[in-house]
T-cell receptor, first 111, second 114 residues
C-alpha cells in the first residue's frame, strides 16, 4: 500500500511570500501524481497533474515537480495570496487507479 | 473534464437510521470512488464503485454498513446504514475518466449523526 507524507503539516506565511510544500511517497511505481486543494468543508479541487514522464507542471502561480526515483514531489506557490489559504493534498496513485492521500498541508496566508 | 454533483449536500440524522447519498457525473467515467473525511483528518477511501457488480471495499469498510450501487457509468449511490455519531463525516464521491488521469471530486455531503 502506498504511504504518503506531507511536510509541513501546517504553514502560515505573510501575503506575497513564495512557499514550497513537500510530498513524499513510498511506492515509486506511479504513472502520475496529482495535487489538490481542499477548502474547509468542501470537496477536493484538482490543481495539477504530473505525468511520470514529466518532471514539472505549471499552472499560473503554481509549479509542481516530480522526482519518481526519490519518491518526492513539491508544490511551489509563488507570490502567495490570502485566497490560497486551504489544505493541500498530494495523491500519487499506485497501479489500480486507487488514490491514497496524505494528511495534507494546511496553509494560511496572512493579509 | 467532468462535473460531479452530490445530493444531499448536508444532512442531520438520528442514530440508527440510514442515509443514501447520490453521486451524478455529467459525463462517463471509467471508475468512481467513495471517500470519507472525518473531522480534522485526511481522506480515506471507502470503496471503488463498480458498474453492474459489487463494490470493492477497503480494509475496515463492509458492504452491510456502506452498501454502494453503480447502475451505469454516470451514477452511484452510497448508503450509510444504522448510523452512529462516529459516522459524522464529509462523504465525497469522485470519478476517474478513461486513461487514469485527473480525478474529479464532488462537492461532498456533510453528515451529522445525533
Amino acid at each position: 500500500k502506498q504511504e504518503v507524507t506531507q511536510i509541513p503539516a501546517a504553514l502560515s506565511v505573510p501575503e506575497g511570500e513564495n512557499l514550497v510544500l513537500n510530498c513524499s511517497f513510498t511506492d515509486s511505481a506511479i504513472y502520475n501524481l496529482q495535487w489538490f486543494r481542499q477548502d474547509p468543508g468542501k470537496g477536493l479541487t484538482s490543481l495539477l497533474l504530473i505525468q511520470s514522464s514529466q518532471r514539472e507542471q505549471t499552472s499560473g502561480r503554481l509549479n509542481a515537480s516530480l522526482d519518481k526515483s526519490s519518491g518526492r514531489s513539491t508544490l511551489y506557490i509563488a507570490a502567495s495570496q490570502p485566497g490560497d489559504s486551504a489544505t493541500y493534498l498530494c495523491a500519487p496513485p499506485p497501479h489500480g487507479n486507487q488514490f491514497y492521500f496524505g494528511t495534507g498541508t494546511s496553509l494560511t496566508v496572512i493579509p | 473534464s467532468a462535473v460531479i454533483s452530490q445530493k444531499p449536500s448536508r444532512d442531520i440524522c438520528q442514530r440508527g437510521t440510514s442515509l443514501t447519498i447520490q453521486c451524478q457525473v455529467d459525463s462517463q467515467v471509467t471508475m468512481m470512488f467513495w471517500y470519507r473525511q472525518q473531522p480534522g483528518q485526511s481522506l480515506t477511501l471507502i470503496a471503488t464503485a463498480n458498474q453492474g457488480s459489487e463494490a470493492t471495499y477497503e480494509s475496515g469498510f463492509v458492504i452491510d454498513k456502506f452498501p454502494i450501487s453503480r447502475p451505469n457509468l454516470t451514477f452511484s449511490t452510497l448508503t450509510v446504514s444504522n448510523m452512529s455519531p462516529e459516522d459524522s463525516s464529509i462523504y465525497l464521491c469522485s470519478g476517474l475518466q478513461g486513461g487514469g488521469d485527473t480525478q474529479y471530486f464532488g462537492p461532498g455531503t456533510r453528515l451529522t449523526v445525533l
